[in-house]
């Protein structure tokens, strides 16, 4: 024996369906709903979702046995499967009410759950209000932070970026400690933004949250209307005509879609990724390595040349090619060169640690010295990632 989920969506499931209750419904192996819901059926059917009616009248005369056949044609389909049933209230159902005196008096085996089929707007799954709180009382006029009013959005743009890479830190050194707070921090940027707009008028975090979730819905159709895609190569050709057809602004030019604020690096790559998908790309990883080489030897002749101007731009070319070379590799360079950035770090801090335990100056350590210290802290890193 299954179970049987009972679920009350109220008499306006457009309103008051949660996100978690309406995949519910989607993925269900069965759902059942009185014929006399007229409001829930003609919901299922909007959404096109398969549903089986239950034989239950609304007349007094006959009631109890209309749910008595209705309660065991429930207990007949979850002998073999879960079973969805949708009612206005749950605890007032007289379905759901002898459902559950008859379960009572079976044997072990059979579970009833009840859900409430609560609106999104109704508050968040997680207890973000108490940020938001403390957001709005530091932008207060009468006794908040001179420093936090005085912020705008463009004022907060190295604050954001400052944490993102913060976080990025965290997660090279996989410190699941230092994770948890700098997304705390990155959250915390992304509150004081919505209270910026809330201020003005414009939009607060709940219409953040409901926009992303409604666009997170729409842009996977395979998973949330069960319209399924063979594989992950064919989800994100899908991923990208939806994302097409939601820009906000049409761009004269493909490329205009790029953000050209970001890291030249993820720009560069950004840049190449949209421009091979409408086929302007090689055809095997030999032309790439091919191309490489081409503007390796194109800078080196250009250093000779001692011509700034030209050095910078070859140095350019040999950059743009080599980020196209991980791109076929699927390495994506910004990450890369932060990852051996941190690696740098961490090493560099060694050698200095052993410096000043020389007793030395920098200037009266010699190279071979450094070099020693520097094997030693390669050694120690390969060591700890073994264990």
Not at 320 to 328: E, G, I, M, P, Q
Request: charge should be negative; charged fraction near 30%; include cysteine.
């Amino acid at each position: 024996m299954r179970n049987i989920r009972l679920i009350s969506v109220g008499m306006v499931p457009d309103e008051s369906i949660s996100l978690s209750v309406y995949r519910q419904m989607q993925h269900a192996e069965v759902v059942f709903v009185s014929s006399y819901h007229r409001h829930i059926v003609d919901f299922l059917e909007k959404e096109n979702i398969t549903y089986k009616k239950l034989p239950c009248g609304r007349a007094i005369a006959g009631q109890e046995t209309t749910c008595k056949e209705a309660v065991s044609l429930l207990l007949q389909w979850a002998q073999q499967q879960e079973v969805l049933y949708i009612t206005v209230d749950a605890a007032a159902d007289p379905v759901a009410k002898q459902l559950d005196e008859q379960v009572w008096q079976m044997k072990p085996g059979m579970a009833i759950s009840i859900e409430t089929g609560a609106p999104i707007e109704a508050g968040l799954p997680f207890d973000l209000q108490p940020l938001l709180d403390v957001m709005a009382e530091l932008r207060s006029d009468d006794h908040g932070c001179p420093w936090d009013r005085a912020q705008t959005h463009r004022t907060l743009r190295r604050y954001l970026l400052e944490e993102v890479y913060e976080m990025l830190d965290a997660v090279d050194m996989d410190d699941m400690a230092g994770i948890r707070e700098e997304m705390g921090d990155i959250l915390y940027q992304i509150a004081f933004h919505c209270r910026l707009a809330e201020e003005k008028g414009l939009f607060n975090a709940q219409d953040v949250v409901k926009d992303v979730t409604d666009k997170m819905i729409r842009r996977h159709p395979h998973v949330f209307n069960k319209k399924k895609l063979e594989n992950m190569g064919k989800s994100m050709v899908n991923w990208d005509r939806l994302k097409q057809g939601e820009q906000r602004q049409q761009h004269q030019y493909l490329l205009d879609g790029v953000v050209k604020g970001m890291p030249s690096l993820l720009e560069t790559y950004k840049l190449q990724e949209k421009s091979a998908k409408v086929g302007f790309e090689w055809e095997v990883t030999d032309q790439v390595w091919d191309k490489v080489q081409e503007e390796w030897q194109e800078l080196k002749e250009a250093l000779q040349e001692k011509n700034p101007v030209h050095i910078e731009e070859e140095a350019g070319d040999v950059l743009f090619v080599l980020v196209n070379l991980f791109r076929w590799y699927s390495i994506e360079p910004e990450c890369a060169l932060h990852r051996a950035n941190s690696k740098f770090r961490r090493r560099f801090s060694y050698v200095e640690d052993k410096v000043k335990e020389s007793g030395k100056s920098w200037q009266m350590v010699t190279l071979q010295e450094l070099s020693d210290f520097w094997k030693e802290a390669k050694e120690i890193e390969g060591r700890s990632s073994t264990v």
